[in-house]
């Protein structure tokens, strides 16, 4: 029994490539890479030949490191177009340059290579073609892509100590001619997945993640991928690479990994302006508690309260439970509570199947129910009204960043649309008579987030999000409600009403540590208002905010403090009506 602790280990020991350059020996390309005032190049051909071939090359370079790597880059260029025996047999050094004297030698040709002894489905699923390899320059590039291909389609199919060589090589008047040959060894199926280490992970969440179970074939792929998919986990890290033991009768894969914090706490405080119904400052919270791998499985549970208008309450729940009975689909389940003041609550309910795909991406189906209870009458509610929704739709979610609070680089996107059937209570204290009390209803959303790395630890932050939502007889509780942190900088909570909207954010940071930045930011907004627009009154605005923040690690949790400024409307900018807003976010 032996052990490997890397599979690009096994990788090494296996490739046997047998390329007919190597009958060539570089060993005449005897370069001075001394310092020299000068750093010039000039090829010619060697006394008494010519060039068939001439290649365009750079004269000048900034040291003679580049230099020597230019000329082996020239000799490799003609290789790969059947000149192997091309050799640069003469070279003169002065104070201004380097004279290379170049016999570029005969093209040599391939005649064929038989390829019988490979077996045809393999040879098909890489591309091979034999009439490549008739009467075509013989390019060592090409030859080798072949043997590679081979090679890892071996590796990926349960024989990762397969062996791709050439044999019967013969020279024929610059005719080339080779068999190919493939020794597979041994068949090898993952035996056993052992865990090492104090995770609290699920064996059978962890290999429907990685796409290796007991039983399956010997994939160096999967293999060599484990580091970068546990990477993207935020709850799981590794302490050491993953490794493969090898039996003469089988294989064992080895994971050492460790748990990380990835549950978290965040309060919100903010402090709004003296409103004109109070005159007081009015005083919003939020509280999130993100329970994330709690069971082991990989699951989330999300609570999020908010509390952002006067007697307003908004209550979120989300639970996620990735591969179902080790399926590659998941369940999705939403619930939204949200109070109105005494106008109106609304009831939403989503439920969704996903399918997982690698890298953290996800693309789902679902079902979306909504409902609105009135809770008060009257003409002064007249704008409002009980409404029940049940649509269907589809959405897909990409998430690649290299650290989840703080990311230096990535993107994070997702976009969802859906179609369905809206009915109104039929109400005549509420609706006209001219309401179409059953209609279709139409809605979109999508968000997108990049972080592109700056110079040292500048980080630039470009943000997109819009929403669409359209049907018949549209009532204020049906429309988007836009402002404050989490959409729209620098105006008020969910003081924005819009029935369809484009907002984006432009924020530059400068890193102070891993969980710690500072900021500034310009963000804005398009949207229209379809209930307004049917009243005559102002139905599109271009709102728009800016600001600074910093955000901070304490032993109680990420603090972060955000003084932002909005303008709209045409208004000028108000200093005194500017929005503070601090938060905290504790992982555990």
Request: aromatic content about 12%; cysteine-free.
């Amino acid at each position: 029994m032996r052990a490997v602790s890397s599979h690009q280990i096994i990788r090494s020991i296996k490739l046997r490539y047998v390329v007919i350059i190597a009958l060539l020996s570089l060993s005449g390309l005897g370069f001075d890479v001394s310092a020299v005032d000068s750093y010039g190049l000039k090829i010619l051909p060697f006394p008494g030949t010519k060039l068939a071939e001439e290649l365009p090359y750079v004269e000048n370079f900034p040291d003679s490191l580049s230099r020597h790597q230019a000329v082996q880059a020239y000799l490799s260029d003609l290789y790969s177009m059947g000149y192997l025996a091309a050799s640069f047999d003469s070279l003169h050094y002065d104070t201004v340059r380097l004279t290379a004297y170049l016999d570029q030698g005969k093209v040599y040709e391939w005649a064929q290579i038989d390829a019988s002894e490979v077996d045809e489905g393999v040879l098909s699923r890489i591309g091979f073609r034999a009439k490549l390899y008739q009467n075509k320059f013989f390019n060592h590039l090409q030859l080798q892509g072949l043997q590679e291909s081979i090679l890892e389609y071996y590796e990926n199919n349960g024989h990762p100590f397969a062996v791709v060589r050439l044999d019967d090589v013969k020279f024929d008047n610059e005719k080339i001619s080779a068999s190919l040959i493939v020794n597979t060894n041994r068949l090898y199926l993952i035996d056993s997945i052992e865990i090492v280490g104090d995770a609290n992970i699920s064996p059978i969440y962890l290999h429907s993640y990685l796409g290796i179970k007991t039983g399956d074939v010997y994939n160096e792929r999967l293999i060599g991928e484990i580091s970068s998919r546990i990477k993207e986990l935020s709850f799981l890290r590794e302490r050491k690479p993953a490794q493969v033991r090898f039996t003469d009768k089988s294989a064992t894969l080895l994971l050492n990994l460790t748990g990380k914090k990835a549950s978290r706490f965040t309060g919100m405080i903010g402090f709004l302006p003296k409103s004109k119904a109070t005159s007081k400052l009015i005083v919003t919270g939020e509280a999130q508690l993100k329970l994330l791998n709690s069971f082991g499985r990989g699951e989330l549970i999300h609570f999020d309260w908010r509390s952002l208008q006067p007697r307003t309450q908004d209550l979120n729940v989300n639970f996620v439970y990735p591969f179902v009975l080790s399926t590659p689909f998941g369940a999705d389940l939403k619930f939204k509570l949200y109070k109105r003041d005494t106008l109106y609550l609304d009831l939403y309910s989503t439920a969704a199947l996903q399918y997982l795909l690698r890298g953290g991406n996800s693309l789902k189906a679902y079902v979306h129910n909504k409902e609105t209870r009135i809770l008060s009458t009257g003409s002064a509610v007249s704008i409002y009204a009980n409404v029940k929704s049940t649509l269907y739709g589809m959405g897909y979610t990409v998430r690649k960043l290299d650290y989840a609070l703080n990311p230096r680089k990535g993107i994070a996107a997702s976009i969802e649309g859906g179609a369905g059937t809206k009915r109104i209570q039929n109400d005549d204290d509420i609706n006209p008579d001219s309401v179409d009390t059953r209609s279709t209803e139409y809605e979109g959303i999508a968000t997108i987030d990049g972080y592109i790395p700056l110079s040292g630890r500048n980080v630039l932050r470009l943000g997109l999000a819009g929403g669409y939502r359209s049907s018949k007889s549209m009532f204020v509780n049906e429309l988007y409600r836009l402002g404050g942190l989490a959409t729209l900088r620098g105006f008020d909570e969910e003081s924005i009403f819009a029935s369809s909207y484009g907002t984006y954010i432009i924020e530059y940071r400068y890193l102070l540590e891993q969980n710690s930045f500072l900021y500034v930011f310009f963000n804005g907004a398009y949207y229209e208002n379809e209930i307004n627009r049917l009243k005559n009154e102002s139905w599109v605005d271009a709102p728009y905010g800016y600001g600074a923040g910093i955000s901070f690690e304490t032993k109680a949790g990420i603090f972060s403090i955000n003084y932002a400024i909005g303008q709209q409307q045409g208004n000028p900018p108000d200093l005194k009506a500017a929005r503070v807003h601090f938060g905290i976010v504790s992982s555990f």
